[in-house]
């Protein structure tokens, strides 16, 4: 099989379209676009994708398009939570495919975690930071992976706990804050059994919007200004998370949008008592956020494998 030159990954999550480039060759990241695309919107009531969802979809893709250069490379589709759980996932694929061109592949929640988990070791690496063990936390729109490396093992499972689904389900942060301990008593178990088996891991790594988003306030940065180098690395304490979203809140609205994004203040806020909760199941009172999540793994393992079908 040829080997690919270049890989384009796209990641619909539920909240999010993100998509990088990939030069095989030289293992850079060459091109990257980011939209809000509100996937998951009205799914925890209605149990569907709207087809006003699938509209910002579809032009978030042609956007990228104009942004990414696609021609001559191999594009890599996978799409996550909000598609997995929706009742017309067939449909709304097969609309965005004849669309767009670009087919997504629905992954598992441990397909998911394995992809992650790549773009964050690779990330680590390069950071050079080492750690013989880590828990990687990647707190998604409509789900939140919890993954145990300890080197020559690998440990994880999907939860269907994220911040759209959360947001959504609950009127206010309050309400959040008092359901949250119950909404993640599984992942407090599943973290306590590991934990039992395996040991304490040596250090926490959290990926995904909410983690970056807290660091990118912490680093004096907003959505305009994000920059995934100055994130990449970036040590936030537990308490740093209430200083940050008391200082969200505070804002007026506009400035909250600037700060994190149009459509996205609500979702952060309730994304940080997530965020809040997974430091205490985990045990730790520090974590190094990073930037790079699935769209990162699955460019990755295209250019390892040079693997043209789906995933």
Do not use: W
Not at 57 to 83: H, L, N, P
């Amino acid at each position: 099989m040829l080997e690919e030159k270049y890989v384009i990954a796209l990641d619909l999550g539920s909240n999010t379209l993100r998509v990088t480039k990939l030069e095989c060759a030289t293992g850079k990241f060459v091109a990257e676009f980011e939209k809000i695309v509100k996937t998951a919107d009205m799914l925890e009531s209605t149990g569907v994708i709207h087809h006003e969802a699938v509209d910002r979809v579809i032009y978030a893709i042609e956007e990228a398009k104009e942004k990414v250069d696609f021609s001559g490379a191999s594009v890599k589709a996978v799409t996550t939570e909000a598609i997995r759980q929706a009742l017309n996932s067939e449909e709304v694929l097969a609309r965005i495919a004849k669309e767009t061109g670009v087919s997504f592949g629905i992954i598992s929640g441990e397909e998911e975690a394995e992809l992650t988990l790549l773009a964050v070791k690779s990330r680590l690496e390069r950071l050079h930071l080492a750690a013989r063990n880590f828990v990687l936390v990647d707190i998604g729109g409509g789900s939140t992976e919890l993954i145990f490396y300890y080197g020559d093992e690998t440990i994880s499972k999907s939860f269907p706990v994220g911040i759209v689904t959360i947001a959504q389900r609950y009127e206010t942060l309050s309400d959040i804050e008092k359901a949250l301990s119950k909404e993640m008593f599984d992942l407090q178990m599943f973290c306590a059994e590991v934990y039992a088996t395996k040991g304490k891991t040596e250090a926490f790594i959290a990926t995904a919007g909410t983690p970056t988003t807290v660091a990118a306030m912490k680093l004096g940065l907003n959505y305009e200004t994000y920059d995934a180098k100055k994130v990449n690395g970036t040590s936030l304490k537990e308490d740093e998370l209430g200083f940050y979203l008391k200082k969200l809140l505070a804002m007026p609205f506009e400035e909250r949008e600037t700060a994190v994004g149009t459509g996205r203040s609500d979702l952060i806020a309730a994304g940080i008592l997530i965020f809040k909760e997974v430091y205490r199941i985990v045990e730790f009172e520090s974590c190094i956020v990073i930037d790079d999540g699935l769209r990162e793994g699955v460019a990755l393992k295209a250019c390892a494998n040079s693997y043209t079908g789906s995933f």
